[in-house]
DNA sequence: CTGAAAGCGCTTACAG
DNA sequence: CTGAAAGCGCTTACAG
C-alpha cells in the first residue's frame, strides 16, 4: 500500500468567490448582496433573484471570520458547566454542536469546579475576553441569579436549560420532569410495589426536587404512605448512589423496588444489588431518570425515563443564535418544553408479596 | 428571590484594548507588537519588554477574528470520525478542546456515518468551506490512506491518532497497545489463568489487530496454546460483545477468563455472565481495555488497561496547531508514545482449578 | 430600493 | 532589529 503522495500542483486551485465577485456578476454592489445576505425584505425581489443566481453559480459562501470582524458578533456561543455527568455535557454539547453547524456559530466550552469558587473569574474571562455572543446555561448555573445578573450585565443573552424555577425575562428549554417522575412512580405503583426507595438527586439541581415531587405527589395520589428510612440523600454520582442503595437494601423491611433519580446512581443501584446477591429483577425493580449510555450496559438493563437531553442543547443554541443581535426578546419564546417518554427495560418485575 | 434586574449602565463600559493601544503606550509600531506575539526571535530584547509590559497593563488579548482574517489561517482545527464509541469520541475532544482553548483555536466536529458513505461529501465540505487549519484523525480514518491523501493534497495538515501502521510523513499520537495487551493477557496467566476467552475489537481499527497479537504473543511466550473456539470477533460494541461473550460462556471446557478488546464488550461480558447467573469473579474473571466511564459502574467494578484518551487529544491538537503555517514537518515529531497502565479493580480472581 | 466610503484589528510583503 | 502601507472580506452608518 503506497501511503502519501507528494501534494498535488495547486497552480490551478480556485479561489473561494468573494462578495465582490457576486456582486460583480450580479451587476449590483456589495452592499446590496450583503443586505440579500441579511435582510432580504429591504432589497426588490428582481434584484434579490439576480444576486441569488449569482451566489449559486459562484458557489460563493460568506466569509464568516470577514463577518465577525466587520459585524459585531464574534459567532461563538458558550456552554457553561460544572458538575453534570460526562454524559449528559456530551450529549449537550452534541446537540449543541449540531445548531451551531446549521448557523455557522461555533461553541467554546467552560467548565467550572464543582464548587464553584472559580466562578468569578471564569465570567470575567468570558466577558472580557473573545467576546461571546450567548450563553448556554444547564443545571446548576441555571439555578443561580447572581450568575446569570453578570451575563446580563454584560449583555450576553442567555438561555436556561431545566431551570428550577421559570422566569418570564430568560427563555427556558426543559422537560417536564415532575411529571416523567410521577409516571415512573404510578408504572411502579401499577407493578405491586408499595415500599419504594428513593434515591434524591444533587441538591443544587433544580431537578431533584421536582422529581422528588413526582414521586411524592404519585404515592399521595396512590394513598400510599411514605417511608422516611426509604429515602436517601444522593448527588447524582455513582458513588453517592452506591452509599444510598446499600442503605435502603439494608432496611427492614427492604425495598422491593428502588427509584433512583438519575442513570448513574441506578447503575449503582444495581451493582449494590448484585454485590448484596440480589437478582434483578426478581428480588428487587431499579429505575433511573435521564436515559443515558449506562443505562443500556448494565443486566438487566435499565428501564428508565428518556430524557431528550441532544434535542434540548440543540433547541437552546437554536434559541440562542436566533436571539443574537435581535433588540429584545420577545414574549414568544419564553418556555419550551420538550417531550419525555417511559423506556421499558429490564430491570422491573412485578411484585408478588410473600403470602 | 428578586430576579433579574435591568441591565447596568454601559457607558462607562472599558472598550478592549488593540494592538494599537500597547503599540502608543510601548511607543513602537503595531508591526513590533505583532512580531513580539508571534515570533519573538526578531525583536531587540529590550523591545519585547517593553512591549510585554504594556500588553500586561492593558490586558491586552489579540482578537483571533481579525488575526484570522488578516493571516491566511482560519484557528479552526477539525476533528473526524465515525464508529468510536460516544465515550471514547467525547475524550478525546475534552482533550483536544484542552490545547485549543491554551491557543485560541476551535474545534469543529464531523462525524460520519458508520459506513463511511458520505466521506466524500463531507471532506468536500471541509475542504471547500471554511477552511480548517488541520484536522485530527482518529481510527478508522486514519487507517484509510485515500481519505488522509484528499486531506494532504488540499494542504490541511493532519495528525493520526492509534494508527495501524506508522507513516513518517504524518505525524501521529499513540499508546503501545500491542505491549499493554501483552501485559495483560500475562497478568491473566499470573494468575493462573489458562483457558482465555479473547474478544476481538472491529477489524477496521488497527488497535484490534494490536491488541490480539499482544495476546498471542504473551500466550506463546506462555507455552499456552490458543483454543480456536475461545477466541470471538466483536466489533467494538456492547452489543457485539454480549453475543461474543455468550458465545464464550457456552464452550466446554468455559473460559475461567475473558479478555475483551474494550471497556464496552467487557462490561457486555459480565452483564452476560450475569445472565448466565455466573458471578464474577468467583466464577469468571473479566478484563478490558480502554478505561472509559463504563469500566467504573458495573459490579464489580472493571480491571482493565487504561488508555490516556484525553491525553491523546491533547497532544494531538497541540501538534497540529504548532505545524500550522509551519512551511513542512520536519522530522521530529513523528511518533509520540504515550503511557498506559493496567488498574486492577474488582472483576479478575485468581484461578483455582478443580481437583 | 440601492451605493460609495470607512473601518473592524490584525498580518503580510516590502523597505530600510 | 523596526516601521509605513496595503489588504483580508465583510458590515455599519450615511447618503441619495
Known amino acids: ?38 435582510n432580504k425584505s429591504l432589497v426588490r425581489e ?23 470582524l466587520a459585524g459585531k458578533k464574534s459567532y461563538y456561543i458558550g456552554l457553561i458547566y460544572s ?17 451551531c453547524q446549521k448557523y455557522g456559530y461555533n461553541i467554546v466550552i467552560e467548565s467550572l469546579n464543582e464548587d464553584l469558587k472559580d466562578i468569578d473569574s471564569v465570567i470575567k474571562k468570558i466577558i ?59 408504572y411502579l405503583i401499577n407493578k405491586n410495589h408499595r415500599d419504594i426507595g428513593f434515591i434524591m438527586g444533587h441538591p443544587d439541581h433544580g431537578g431533584s426536587k421536582l422529581r422528588y415531587g413526582g414521586f411524592q405527589e404519585s404515592m399521595a395520589d396512590n ?16 458513588e453517592s448512589g452506591f452509599k444510598c442503595a446499600e442503605i ?15 442513570d448513574d446512581m ?5 451493582s449494590a444489588a448484585h454485590k448484596a446477591g440480589l437478582s434483578i429483577p426478581g428480588d428487587l425493580s431499579v429505575v433511573g431518570f435521564d436515559d443515558t449510555v449506562a443505562a443500556g450496559i448494565t443486566w438487566p438493563k435499565l428501564t428508565t425515563i428518556h430524557q431528550p437531553i441532544l434535542e434540548m442543547g440543540e433547541l437552546a443554541a437554536d434559541i440562542l443564535i436566533n ?3 435581535k433588540p429584545s426578546i420577545d414574549g414568544e419564546n419564553r418556555g419550551h418544553i420538550l417531550p419525555y417518554h417511559l423506556v421499558e427495560r429490564g430491570s422491573v418485575a412485578a411484585h408478588k408479596p410473600k403470602s
Do not use: W
Request: hydrophobic share 40%; with cysteine; net charge positive.
Open 248 to 262: 435502603l437494601l439494608a432496611q427492614n423491611p427492604r425495598p422491593s423496588a428502588i427509584f433512583a433519580s438519575n
Open 128 to 186: 472580557g475576553g473573545q467576546s461571546i455572543d450567548g450563553m448556554i446555561c444547564p443545571p446548576p448555573i441555571c439555578n443561580r441569579p447572581k450568575i446569570l445578573q453578570k451575563f446580563i450585565d454584560a449583555d450576553i443573552p442567555i438561555v436556561r436549560i431545566s431551570p428550577e424555577q421559570k422566569c418570564d425575562k430568560i427563555p427556558c428549554v426543559s422537560m417536564d420532569e415532575k411529571q416523567a417522575a410521577y409516571d415512573m412512580t404510578t
Open 223 to 238: 394513598n400510599i404512605k411514605i417511608k422516611d428510612n426509604l429515602i436517601q440523600q444522593g448527588y447524582f454520582s455513582y
Open 266 to 270: 441506578a447503575v449503582a443501584t444495581i
Open 83 to 99: 458538575n453534570p455527568s460526562d454524559a449528559y455535557a456530551s450529549q449537550l454539547l452534541f446537540g449543541a454542536l449540531k445548531s
Open 323 to 325: 436571539h443574537i443581535g
Open 46 to 68: 428582481r434584484t434579490v433573484k439576480k444576486v441569488l443566481r449569482a451566489i449559486e453559480s459562484l458557489q460563493f459562501k460568506p466569509n464568516t471570520v470577514a463577518r465577525s
Open 1 to 38: 500500500m503506497a501511503l502519501f503522495y507528494l501534494k498535488k500542483d495547486k497552480t490551478f486551485m480556485k479561489k473561494k468567490a468573494t462578495m465582490q465577485d457576486v456582486a460583480d456578476l450580479a451587476q449590483v454592489s456589495v452592499m446590496t448582496v450583503s443586505r440579500v445576505l441579511n
